[in-house]
């Protein structure tokens, strides 16, 4: 009698089992957003599933598919669930040129299978598309599609996604663009911090510092949101899209940060739960043109050097276009320097001046065997620490921080830089945000010091130069195309002198301060001393060989 009360729930048992095992949608349909899209834009297979019964669409179903032009090689790329229930799926195609492509899209789950294939156009808008390094200057940055250099001019906006209203991350990017911001970095995940270094930010309804890229039992919750790692927020994916979207309209470039160190919870570092994350958003974002991705902001806080070449190698693996990676550490030496999936450094290094730490770093970086562009991500951030701090009046003065970033371009290094919160958010007057989310007024006046310092570096070929500090006797320093042209930056209004090819140059005052430019005649080597400038403030000198 015993063996007969057990034996049927063993064959229910079995049965359930075949039951999940078998478990299939009734169709799947496929549709294509467009048949003609601008190369360095992206078309979209969105897969229509009928009566879905996936338990987990991130882990029970793969989507994945490949494109190419018409008789060419293949690119092989992964789709992702952008429905909770299932019912919806997309995979994402950006091509890198003009002409007819072929497609193919997989649906599996199970032994269930479905197959799509098509074609479409890409025509040649002449977009810029993914940054790169320039491999003739591999200290800086070219974007692919157009071949035009990027002067790397960043800015920390780290919870600019915490805003309900859209219009008003729009609005930030639309002021960011105009100072001639061009690199955004901020936050997919985290947020969850009880406070912001005593800048005041007091979370309400328009401004929510939760970052939640899972689905969480209590997204609210600082310490304890009780997320389910394997079911993502397509609801917020889709908000981080629409930025994307627009900031890439304005040729911005957004870095995505995985999380920082101030989250009070993770995903257990290498676990399944953690790869999936990073793949997922892989699948996801990494069609957009405009993204670079950042492991996680003072890495080394919570995560090992072994964890970060483990991830960085696996992302560079999961996204097909191979977007610059890089991770932004608290110990400057836990970097992957030599390896490949490793882009570009992205340093937080605080002690002025600056200058020659940065060219240290390029010698540092040389001796890796594997010369990338460097940047300081961190040095500065405008009226942020209060009178009594070490770091005041240097990390506070929107006038050092500029002085600091013409540093850094002079040793042929980049840097990102971050505006006050002290305008306050959600508190009096709640005009600003700053470095924590993006949003500025009319008071916060740092960018638009560094938005002339774009103006000229982007007014010749700043990439060609090289330090060469040796030339100049005096303060200053100076990067220097040898024979063709000289820069002369001077921290403290007085004349100095520099050694030049034998010729003729046009000379020109830059006031960095003011933006204006002013003639001072001809120079000519083989030694030539600046007039005295007009004041005491720093100044910079332009000479390029006449023709």
Request: charged share 25%.
């Amino acid at each position: 009698m015993r063996s007969l009360r057990l034996r049927p729930s063993f064959l229910t048992l079995i049965f359930l089992s075949s039951t999940a095992v078998w478990a299939a949608p009734r169709d799947v349909t496929f549709t294509l957003s467009a048949e003609s899209v601008d190369a360095y834009d992206f078309v979209e297979v969105t897969m229509s599933v009928v009566s879905p019964d996936a338990a987990s669409p991130s882990t029970d179903v793969h989507v994945t598919g490949e494109f190419g032009k018409t008789g060419g090689p293949k690119l092989a790329v992964e789709g992702f669930a952008d429905a909770l229930d299932g019912s919806l799926f997309r995979i994402r195609f950006m091509p890198a040129g003009a002409g007819d492509y072929t497609y193919s899209a997989i649906y599996r789950q199970g032994d269930f299978t479905r197959t799509h294939s098509g074609s479409f156009r890409a025509t040649d808008a002449h977009r810029r598309g993914v940054l790169r390094v320039d491999t003739q200057y591999p200290w800086h940055f070219i974007w692919e599609g157009t071949g035009e250099h990027y002067f790397w001019n960043g800015t920390t906006a780290f919870l600019l996604m915490a805003w309900t209203d859209e219009g008003v991350i729009r609005q930030a990017i639309d002021r960011l663009h105009r100072l001639k911001v061009n690199r955004i970095r901020l936050l997919l995940a985290g947020g969850r911090s009880s406070g912001f270094w005593s800048e005041p930010i007091i979370p309400d309804r328009e401004f929510w510092p939760y970052l939640n890229p899972w689905v969480a039992e209590r997204p609210n919750s600082t310490d304890n949101p009780g997320f389910d790692y394997s079911r993502f927020n397509v609801a917020y994916y889709q908000k981080f899209e629409r930025m994307l979207r627009y900031a890439r309209e304005k040729d911005v470039i957004i870095s995505v940060i995985f999380d920082w160190n101030d989250s009070k919870v993770h995903p257990a570092a290498l676990s399944e739960d953690e790869f999936r994350y990073f793949h997922y958003t892989a699948a996801r974002l990494s069609a957009f043109s405009n993204v670079t991705w950042d492991l996680g902001d003072d890495i080394s806080s919570y995560r090992s050097l072994e964890w970060s070449r483990q991830i960085g190698t696996r992302l560079e693996q999961w996204d097909p276009y191979h977007h610059l990676a890089t991770d932004h550490p608290v110990d400057n030496a836990q970097q992957d320097r030599a390896s490949s999936w490793f882009g570009f450094t992205s340093f937080q290094y605080w002690p002025r001046p600056l200058h020659d730490w940065m060219l240290n770093q390029r010698k540092l970086q040389a001796a890796a065997g594997r010369i990338i562009p460097q940047v300081n991500e961190e040095y500065g951030y405008e009226d942020h620490y209060p009178r009594w701090s070490p770091s005041y009046p240097d990390g506070a003065s929107a006038d050092a921080n500029r002085r600091a970033a013409w540093e850094m371009a002079m040793a042929g290094t980049y840097q990102t830089t971050g505006e006050t919160a002290k305008r306050g958010t959600g508190a009096w007057p709640d005009t600003g945000g700053g470095w924590v989310n993006g949003r500025g007024d009319d008071s916060m006046t740092m960018l638009e010091g560094y938005a002339h310092m774009v103006d000229f570096f982007t007014s010749f070929e700043w990439w060609k130069a090289e330090p060469q500090d040796e030339l100049v006797e005096g303060h200053a320093y100076c990067l220097a195309e040898s024979g063709k042209l000289y820069v002369l930056y001077i921290s403290m209004g007085e004349k100095v002198s520099v050694r030049l090819d034998s010729g003729t140059y046009q000379a020109s005052w830059f006031d960095p301060r003011e933006g204006r430019s002013l003639p001072i005649g001809e120079a000519a080597g083989p030694r030539w001393t600046t007039p005295e400038p007009a004041d005491g403030g720093d100044w910079v000198v332009l000479l390029k060989r006449s023709s």
